[in-house]
C-alpha cells in the first residue's frame, strides 16, 4: 500500500495535530477514490497507474512537453551564466580601547557580495546588475564549466541598474558562449519564464514561473533618479539571483533578475527583471561611449488619462501614452516638432507610459532618432526626434560639463557666496552633478561641492575652471580646493 510522508503535507498541517487528521482524512478518500477506480476497470485490462488516478495519456505527454521546455531552456543557458564574486580591499586595523586606530596591518582583498550575470557576446562581454559589482575593487566572474576569470567594469548605469563587464583572459585562450536576446515587449502577463542564478551561491540554479505583471516601478532608491518599467514573475528569485538572466521559452533573454518584494529577505512570489530591450540600449550606449551618456529631449510629461485619449483606445492598462505638459525652446523636442498638448503613445513602436519614456530617452544615446507615434487635436500621426545630450541642457542653463571629470558645474560668485553668508565672499564653481563611476566621484567630489582653485590656478566662473582642468591639471595627485559646508580641504586626482 503506498504511504504519504507528513513531508509531503504543506507546513501548516506538520505543526497542527487537528490539521493531521484532515490531512489523513484527505489521504484516505483520495486512496478509497483510486481503489473505486480500480474496481470499476476489466479484469482482463487493469489500467494504467495514471489512468487509476485520472490522468490521460494526452495529459502526461503535455506535461512531458513542457518539462522538455523547461530542459531545454536550462541546457541552452547554463554555458552562458556566470557567476560573480565581487572583492574589496581591506586593511586590518588595530584599535586601543577607545576605538582609535593604533597599528595598521596588510591589505588584503576579501570576498564581500555575490551575484549572477550572463555573456552576451563571444568577446567575453557580461550584464548583471549595477549593484552586483558597484562597490567592487576587483572583479571575479566564474562560468558554468569551472573556469575563473578576472572581469573589469565596462560602465554601469545606478538608475536602470545596469552594468557591462568585460572578462578578461589574459594570456588564457579562452572561447565563450553568447546568449540571445529577446524582445522583452513581445512576451505578454502569464507566459511561462525560466531564471537562471546562483542564489545563496548555489550556481546554476533553474527556477520556472510566469510573467504576473510589467510595467512595475518599486519604491524611489534613497539616492539618484531610479528609471524603472520591471517585469514581474513568480519564478523563484533569492538573493545572488541579481544579475542573472529572466528567459522566455525560446531560450531568449528577456529580463535581468533584479529585485524581489519580500518582508523576510527570500523568495516570497514576487519577483521583477530589467526588460531586455532597456538592458540592450544601456548595453549599447556604454559601449559605444565608454559610459553611459544620458539623452535629453527637454519636454515635461505626464501619464494620459482615458479623458485625455477621447475617442483613442489605450494601448494597455499600463502603456496608455504621455501628454507632453510643457516643451522648452530650441530643445530637441522643440526641433523635432512636439507641441505641448501633444500624447505619445508609442516609442520605436513600443506602447509607452511616463516610467517607461523617461527610460528610453535617458538611455538612448545622443544622436539617436526616435520615431515617435503621437495624437494631436484627435488625428494621429509620426514624427521624429533627435535625442541630444544630457549635458547640453546643463549649458542651456548656463552650467558646463568637465568630460573628463564627469562632473557639471556652474559659476559661483561673490555676490552668491556673500549672500550665503562666507566671509569674505569668493569665486569659484559649484558642483551640480557628479556621474556615477567617474574621475569626480572617485575623487570624492559631491553636488553643491564649491571649487575655488585647480592646482595652483585660482578659478572664479566655469569658463575659467574647464580651461584650467584641461591636460596636466588631471594627473595623479593634482589638488583641487573646496570648500564644503562652511569647510576648506584639498582633494585629490586618483
Known amino acids: ?87 574589496q580591499k581591506r586593511t586590518l586595523l588595530q584599535t586601543d580601547f577607545f576605538g582609535r586606530v593604533i597599528a595598521r596591518g596588510e591589505t588584503k582583498l576579501q570576498a564581500t557580495s555575490q551575484g549572477s550575470g550572463f555573456i552576451v557576446s563571444e568577446d567575453g562581454t ?133 529585485a524581489i518584494a519580500s518582508r523576510t529577505g527570500g523568495y516570497e512570489g514576487l519577483g521583477f527583471a530589467i526588460p531586455s530591450n532597456l538592458a540592450v540600449l544601456v548595453k549599447d550606449n556604454i559601449i559605444a561611449n565608454g559610459r553611459l551618456v544620458r539623452g535629453w529631449v527637454g519636454m515635461d510629461l505626464r501619464d494620459a488619462t482615458i479623458d485625455d485619449l477621447g475617442e483613442f483606445a489605450p494601448q494597455s492598462d499600463v502603456y496608455r501614452g504621455v501628454v507632453v505638459t510643457t516643451v522648452a525652446d530650441g530643445s530637441p523636442a522643440d526641433v523635432g516638432g512636439l507641441k505641448e498638448g501633444d500624447i505619445i503613445t508609442r516609442f520605436r513602436g513600443q506602447p509607452v507610459n511616463a516610467a517607461r519614456l523617461r527610460a528610453a530617452v535617458a538611455v538612448a544615446g545622443p544622436g539617436t532618432q526616435i520615431p515617435l507615434d503621437i495624437i494631436r487635436a484627435g488625428k494621429e500621426t ?61 575623487m570624492s567630489l559631491q553636488a553643491n561641492d564649491i571649487i575655488v582653485s585647480v592646482g595652483k590656478t585660482d578659478v572664479s566662473n566655469s569658463t575659467e575652471f574647464i580651461e584650467a582642468a584641461k591636460g596636466d591639471a588631471l594627473k595623479r595627485g593634482a589638488r583641487f580646493r573646496v570648500i564644503r559646508d562652511n569647510r576648506q580641504g584639498f582633494l585629490e586626482v586618483p
Open 126 to 258: 557580461v550584464m548583471t546588475n549595477n549593484h552586483v559589482v558597484a562597490d567592487a575593487d576587483e572583479l571575479q566572474v566564474k562560468l558554468t564549466d569551472g573556469r575563473e576569470f578576472p572581469a573589469k567594469v565596462i560602465g554601469r548605469d545606478e538608475a536602470t541598474d545596469v552594468a557591462i563587464l568585460r572578462i578578461e583572459p589574459g594570456q588564457r585562450k579562452a572561447t565563450f558562449h553568447a546568449i540571445a536576446l529577446g524582445d522583452s515587449e513581445a512576451i505578454d502577463v502569464g507566459e511561462w519564464v525560466v531564471a537562471i542564478g546562483s542564489p545563496f551561491g548555489f550556481s546554476r540554479t533553474v527556477t520556472a514561473g510566469i510573467v504576473s505583471a510589467k510595467g512595475r516601478s518599486l519604491a524611489p532608491r534613497e539616492m539618484g533618479e531610479a528609471y524603472q518599467d520591471f517585469i514581474q514573475t513568480d519564478a523563484a528569485i533569492n538573493p545572488g539571483n541579481s544579475g542573472g538572466p529572466l528567459l522566455n521559452l525560446r531560450g531568449e533573454v528577456v529580463g535581468i533578475n533584479t
Open 382 to 442: 509620426s514624427l521624429a526626434v533627435k535625442i541630444g545630450d544630457l549635458h547640453d541642457q546643463a549649458r542651456a542653463m548656463g552650467e558646463a560639463f568637465l568630460a573628463e571629470l564627469g562632473i557639471t558645474v556652474k559659476s559661483y560668485t561673490r555676490a552668491m557666496a556673500r549672500q550665503a553668508g562666507y566671509r569674505p565672499p569668493f569665486a569659484g564653481v559649484q558642483v551640480t552633478k557628479v556621474d556615477e563611476g567617474s574621475l569626480g566621484a572617485k
Open 1 to 87: 500500500m503506498p504511504t504519504f510522508p507528513l513531508a509531503a503535507a504543506p507546513r501548516a498541517f506538520r505543526s497542527n495535530p487537528l490539521a493531521r487528521v484532515r490531512w489523513g482524512a484527505s489521504v484516505l478518500a483520495l486512496l478509497a477514490g483510486a481503489a473505486s477506480v480500480a474496481l470499476a476497470q476489466p479484469t482482463d485490462k487493469p489500467g494504467t497507474t495514471a489512468e487509476i488516478a485520472g490522468i490521460s495519456e494526452e495529459d502526461i505527454a503535455f506535461a512531458n512537453r513542457l518539462s522538455k521546455a523547461f530542459k531545454n531552456v536550462a541546457q541552452k543557458a547554463e554555458p552562458s551564466v556566470v557567476y560573480i564574486t565581487s572583492l
